[in-house]
Structure formats: C-alpha cells, structure tokens
DNA sequence: TAATCGATCTTTTTT
DNA sequence: AGATCGATTA
C-alpha cells in the first residue's frame, strides 16, 4: 500500500515520522483483481499534537512534486478559514505549485460551487449569504406576532435540518422536530428565501450536493477535475457535509480524510462522529493509519487528558504518547469564587512573567487569597514566560469578564478571542445591510433594516405598503410606483433612500466600465498593499455618509459613538481589497459572511503580540500555548448540567481538546461559589475532576471534603448548601404587602410602601424611596429584588 | 410615537 | 449582571 520515493529521501520528507511518512506516501493503488483506477480510500486518525497539518500539507506537495498530480485537481477542505489559510501557506512553502490547488472551506467551497452552477437550481449568481440573524429576520416576516424566542428555536430547528440534509418533505424531519408546524414553516421559509434570491448557511452546503444529484453532467465535471480528495477536522463534518464528499467522488477519485474522533466538539452544530466511527463502512477498502506520536505536551498533561476521554464509550480508541518527557505536573486549583480565580491566574501569570522585563505592577487591593500560585512549587527559576505563553480557556464567552476586569486592573495585556465579533456589531451589519441591498433589491430583510436607519418617516406601516407592493419583486421599483400614494413624510423619506441606493449602483457599474472590462478582482492579500480610498472602499465610505448610518450611531451612542464610527472605517479599508464593481461587492460580502475572523477594533491595540488569550474551550482548537489554565472546571459550568451520554461524550471530548492545547504547564481552577446570572450559587467540582488520574495532578487550595478520598460515590458534595433562600417577603402569595412596610430593592435601596391597591393584574404597590423617588409595583411577590424589612407600626 | 422604567430571561459552544 | 421585552407615560 505504501510506495516509497526512489532515491534519497527529499528534506522536507525526512523529519516525519515513520507513520506520517506512511500517510503521506499512501496513494490507494488498488490490488490485483481491483479497478486500475480506483483508490483505496485513506483514514488518518490524527492524535492532538501528532503533526496532523504537517501530515497533509506534506501531502498535498508531494502529490505535486513526485507524483506529478496537477494542482489544480486537487481539493482540501477544512472547517475554519484559519485552517485552510495555514495549510494553504505551508503547502506553498514545500512547493510553491500547492498554491494552484483549491484549499478551502467546505462553506466557501459551496459559495464558489453554487455562484457557477446554482442556477441550475434556480438561484441567481449574485446571491447573497444569509446568517443566523438575517434567517431570524426573515422567519419574523413569516411569522408574525410569534415570540422571538420561538422564531430563534425555529431558525435553529431549520439549521439543523439541513445540516442533516432534509428537506420540508422528508419524514426524518421530526427527529429535529416533531411539530407539524415546523415543516410548513421551513417550506415556506424555503419558498421565501428562493424568491428572495438568497441563501442560508446550510444552503452552501445542501443545495450543491442536489444540484450534484440532479445534473450527471455536473457531477462528473466535478468528478474529473478533483481527483485527490482531501478532507481536514473530518470528524466535524455533518451528515450534508458528508453527501457532499460522496457526490464529489467518483469510482477513481482518491479520498484521504483527516481526524480525530476524540476531537469531535461540534455536535450541536450538526457534526456527526458517526462520519468519522463509521468512515471504513462508508468509504470501502479504506486504510487506516493512526498518528500516535505527540509533540506537542508533556506526559502528566496528555495522562490527564487521555485519563478523562476514557471514560467515554464510543471511540475508535488511539493511544496518544508523549515525545517531550516528563515536565511539570499539572495542578489543580480549588478555590473560593471566581474572583478569586481571577486573581489566582493574574497572579500565577505574573509570577511567571517577572524577570523578563514585564511590569507586574503589584496587585493591590485583596491580598488574602487563600491560595497562593507560588505555593503550587512553580518557581519559575530560569525561564521567565511571556504573556503570549498563557491561555484562560473557559466554557463559556461570558466567563471571560472576569478575568478581563481583573487584568485591566493589573495592567496584564490579554485579548478575547471570539466574543464580541467585528461583524456582528449593529453599526456593520447596517453598513452590510446597504450593500446587500445594492446587490440584490429583493432583498426584503436588508431593506427592512436600512429603510428607516436614520429616521427618515418611513413607518412600519409604510414598509409593509412596500413590501407587499413589491409581491417578492424588486423592492425599489415597488417604492418608486408607490410614492405617489405616500404621505408627504415617507414620501421624502423613501425618496431619499432611493436616491442614495441608486447613486450606489450607479457608481457600482461606473467603474465597471462595462462587462467586458475583465478587471481581475482582486483577492484580499496584504492588508497595507491598498489604502482606504482604493477599489471598493470609495463606495463603502459614501453609502455609509450617504445613508447617515455613521452619524445616527456617534449621535446615538455617546460613550461608544467614535468607536463605531472607527468600526465603520475598518470596514471601509477592508473593502478596499476588493475591485469596485458588482463582482466585487459580491465576493466583498461573501468573504465578509464566511470569514468572519476579522477582529474587532477594541481588540487591536491589545493585539500587540504579548497578550495572555482568553478563550472558550471551543475556540482553542487547532491552536497550543505553552501554559494553559482551564477554568470553571465545576459540575454545571463544564460539563453543564444538562449534558447526558452522548452530549456528555462531547463535552468529555471539549475536555481533552481544552488539555491538550498546553505544552508545558496546566492549571485546573474549581471554584466553591460562582455567580451565575448575578446570583451567588455553591458549585461542585467537574464529574471530570473525579475522572482524571489524580496521580499526574498536584492539587492545591481548600479541597471539597470527600474529593479525592477515593471513597466512592457520594464523596462530591463540596461546598456548602443553602437552602432556597432566606424567608419570602411576607406571608400570602401576593407578598401580602402593607401600607407602613419597610423594604430594601436591589435597585433602589431602603423604602417604605405609602399605598396598596387592588387592580385586575393584582396588587398594585406604591413605595416611597429614600432616594426621594416614588415608584409602583404591579406586584412585590417576585422576591428577589425585594427583601422586607418590618414594618413602621 | 419615542423614551423610560420595571419585568423577565439569559449561558452554550460557531462555520 | 446585563440584555431585551414590553407596557406605561409624557
């Protein structure tokens, strides 16, 4: 099966590893009796840390280089833009001919496939990507009068369908689910959005695998052309993701994969392990090849990782071994709350860094942590670290507060990766919307949003005149007939609107300089090789004036106004990659939606390139530190509470991805008490604290009594237990509040009730503040935010 | 009809 | 604690 190159082995060749060097050689060349031209398809099960990328940009080049394949027929999806970008630039450096061939994201993938062939499916080539908010958007126009909450459900429900590959028709629908409802509304979402001329997330994906299904001759176009195969973070893929592969395989293409399925995070997502579990089943006469061998962490931290996977049932079952020795044993932090968590990474982080020249700035206020980060035994004699060494992973975006408040008070450099999102910011989605709607004036969501943004007298009233003027058409052309019907005010407004859209698509074929300019459009590469004022970012600047869309937000916002106008900028220089015509406004836009890693300003002076990353457990993978500190390792937090077999797997699974990420040290933190939504709750160490081998950790602070003693069951109930809470304010269901009671609120201190009167919702309670304020309550029996006090009688 | 204040819900994780 | 909803109010 594998075939060695003839004569002295290349450099680039010779640092792999026996098992890589056989995953890279692997060709599929069939046996005797088999099809000469079909390929035994190839599984390679990448162990965290084994070199996996190395493994298939090796690949990719050697194809090129001494198999002669041609570049161009080569496709590697991956999961992330960041993945496909990385492999793309290591390929190119073994040999700069991978630059030819198509590494991309399976999403992208599905935009370049459905922008050449989607008419075939009815779909224009100038859509649009709709994202989860603008599918919420237009599921509400559908739905009016229904909760967002349920809309949100919905638009998730139908998300997951076609990452499943179903469609309104199919019976195993119910599986996402079983309301009758549900398939009414996805079919008439679908028929909506086809009429729109638009398409979703899931779209990218579903609808090239039946366009594949439907045109033989597409299929076998495709089918020729990419011979090789290859398919990164396989055990991400989801079941439509997976039809894809197929479709594009033909009897001789040749199919490598590339996972691990104790990797598997993104279940909720779509992601199916049964595609990596099941691939030998699906892909006949495949090989496998396990890569082993981690370069990447120290013994106790892989035994830690591995100790805690274990314990999950379905896996293909790897042995992940350590090249790098023994290192420093991995502790676990108990500790009180999550300030003090806090407190106990800054300063862990601190200790480490001092001596290098970085300022620690002392910690000033509480000194009294019950636990000390020196006291772990981790002098850091000889090699002081940088901040860059040290990730905070977390479950959760909004654990990250914390540690940033914490930080910005020391005067520790961080930056928060993936939280706030450049583009999901009000002010760029409404830049986004202007554009959108340039592009395709059908667009009923895009025009909803920017119509009246600023103010201009367009009502809700008048929109919907608009809309159902337009009967799905185009929306400028429906407001045009319909001005003279309009009030003298929306008339104006609209006016304005149009005026504006029209001056931009006029500009848009300006510079077109007719069809036939073929002005190559140009692809985003150096961010400093235009400047704002260059290509696309001319139109940009004057929609975004224009439209009075920079103004209305620095009005609008004062403590954050400049910073949205500085977001508004950033989005201008983007564009300034991109050529100044249709052509490129669209792969502006899609770039824009598929890749949405663009930072977010705040972000940027932070950037500088010694920062400690905070980051949620997801986020982390594919990325290593030297220093890793998982926090809010408590049952609930991680895994959550609702987490059961297969979801619990998963979660056990984010563990090991989390543990894995650290090369030299690891740090565990458990809190006693957490405050989740701003209340104070007693926490539990992590099911997976009591998995772990407790023989590769050094556990320190005030352990929960029972862990670790090893007796069984029931040895978890750390902390202490409250009761539901102090008395409820009163008596009687209704607070049974008197005039004459004194009471504290959360809000606004120390009060006293002045009146109680019946009205049809109930009791209405009328309370004096001592701030002088005096409001009514519809009703005191919440109890939360009320606590009675006695009473002046 | 916008603004304001209280009530209620939120927390997964993301291409 | 913070965001968002939604009802009441000017």
């Known amino acids: 099966m594998t075939e060695g190159p003839a004569a002295p082995i290349p450099s680039y060749l010779a640092m792999l590893n026996p098992e890589q060097r056989e995953a890279v050689f692997h060709t599929g060349r069939p046996g005797d009796g088999e099809n000469p031209d079909s390929r035994h398809p190839l599984l390679i099960l990448a162990g965290a840390g084994s070199g996996k990328t190395r493994v298939i940009t090796t690949k990719i080049a050697w194809l090129i280089r001494e198999k002669g394949v041609d570049p161009r027929s080569i496709l590697a999806v991956t999961f992330t833009n960041k993945a496909a970008r990385e492999m793309a630039e290591r390929a190119r450096l073994i040999d700069e001919r991978a630059g030819d061939a198509m590494l991309r994201t399976f999403h992208s993938f599905g935009a370049w496939f459905l922008r050449r062939n989607g008419s075939l499916a009815g779909l224009d080539s100038a859509f649009v990507i709709y994202d989860d908010d603008d599918t ?170 591995s100790s805690v996977v274990d314990h999950n049932e379905s896996r293909l079952g790897k042995e992940l071994r350590s090249e790098r020795g023994q290192g420093k044993t991995p502790v676990l932090a108990f500790l009180p709350d999550q300030d003090e968590e806090a407190n106990f990474c800054a300063r862990l982080i601190e200790s480490s860094v001092k001596g290098n020249g970085q300022s620690g700035k002392g910690g000033g206020g509480k000194s009294s942590s019950s636990v000390k980060p020196g006291a772990a035994g981790q002098s850091n004699a000889g090699q002081a670290a940088a901040f860059s060494d040290w990730a905070i992973l977390y479950r959760t975006n909004a654990q990250s507060l914390g540690f940033e408040t914490e930080f910005l008070r020391r005067g520790i450099p961080y930056r928060v990766v993936g939280s706030l999102k450049f583009y999901e910011r009000e002010e760029i989605k409404d830049a986004l919307a202007l554009l959108s709607f340039l592009v395709n004036p059908r667009d009923e969501i895009a025009f909803r949003r920017v119509v009246n943004k600023p103010a201009r007298g367009v009502g809700p009233a008048t929109v919907d005149h608009i809309t159902a003027a337009s009967d799905g058409g185009d929306l400028g052309v429906a407001a045009k007939g319909l001005l003279p019907e309009l009030s003298a005010k929306a008339r104006a407004g609209v006016g304005t609107f149009l005026k504006m859209i029209e001056e931009g698509r006029a500009l848009l074929s300006d510079q077109d300089g007719g069809k036939e300019s073929k002005q190559q459009p140009r692809k985003p590469k150096n961010r400093e090789e235009l400047r704002a004022g260059e290509g696309l970012s001319v139109l940009v600047v004057k929609l975004v004036k224009d439209s009075g869309i920079a103004d209305y937000h620095q009005m609008n916002d004062e403590i954050s106004g400049n910073q949205r106008l500085n977001n508004l900028q950033e989005l201008a220089n983007a564009a300034s990659l991109y050529a100044p015509n249709m052509d490129g406004l669209l792969e502006f836009l899609e770039h824009i939606e598929l890749d949405r890693s663009l930072e977010d300003d705040t972000n940027k002076d932070k950037t500088k390139d010694n920062a400690v990353t905070l980051i949620t457990f997801h986020n982390t993978k ?76 050094r556990i320190i602070g005030n352990v929960p009594y029972g862990f670790g003693s090893g007796s069984g069951s029931g040895g978890l109930t750390g902390g202490v237990r409250f009761g539901k809470g102090r008395d409820e304010g009163g008596s009687g269901k209704d607070g049974g509040w008197r005039r004459g009671d004194r009471l504290y609120h959360d809000d606004h201190g120390y009060g006293a009730v002045v009146e109680v009167r019946d009205s049809e919702e109930g009791p209405v309670v009328r309370v004096q503040f001592e701030t002088g304020k005096e409001l009514r309550f519809l009703s005191l029996h919440q109890g939360s935010r009320f606590t009675k006090i006695g009473r002046d009688d």
């Open 622 to 697: 594919g990325l290593e530190f030297r220093r890793v500190i998982m926090t809010g390792i408590e049952q609930g937090i991680f895994p959550r509470e609702d987490k059961q077999d297969e979801e619990l797997e998963e979660e056990r699974r984010l563990f090991y991805v989390g543990a894995t990420r650290a090369m030299d040290e690891l740090y565990l933190t458990s809190c006693a008490m957490r405050r989740v939504f701003g209340r104070t709750m007693p926490e539990e160490p992590s099911l997976f604290l009591r998995e772990i081998d407790k023989s590769v950790l």
């Open 136 to 305: 919420v958007a237009l599921l509400a126009t559908l739905l009016e009068d229904t909760p967002k909450a349920e809309i949100k459900q919905i638009a998730h429900g139908i998300a997951r369908a076609k990452d499943y590959f179903l469609s309104p028709g199919d019976p195993g629908l119910d599986l996402i689910d079983h309301r009758k409802q549900f398939r009414r509304i996805y079919a008439r979402y679908e028929e909506r959005l086809a009429q729109i001329g638009n398409v979703d997330f899931g779209d990218l994906i579903k609808k090239p695998v039946e366009i594949l299904r439907s045109q033989p001759d597409v299929a076998r176009r495709f089918r020729d052309r990419f011979r090789v195969i290859m398919v990164d973070e396989y055990q991400d893929a989801n079941i439509a993701q997976f039809e894809l592969l197929k479709e594009l395989c033909g009897p001789e293409t040749y199919v490598c994969v590339v996972g691990d399925d104790d990797q598997s995070i993104y279940r909720f997502r779509g992601a199916e392990v049964r595609n990596i579990l099941e691939f030998p089943d699906r892909f006949p006469g495949a090989d496998i090849i396990r890569l082993e061998r981690n370069y990447r962490s120290t013994v106790p931290i892989l035994r830690a990782a």
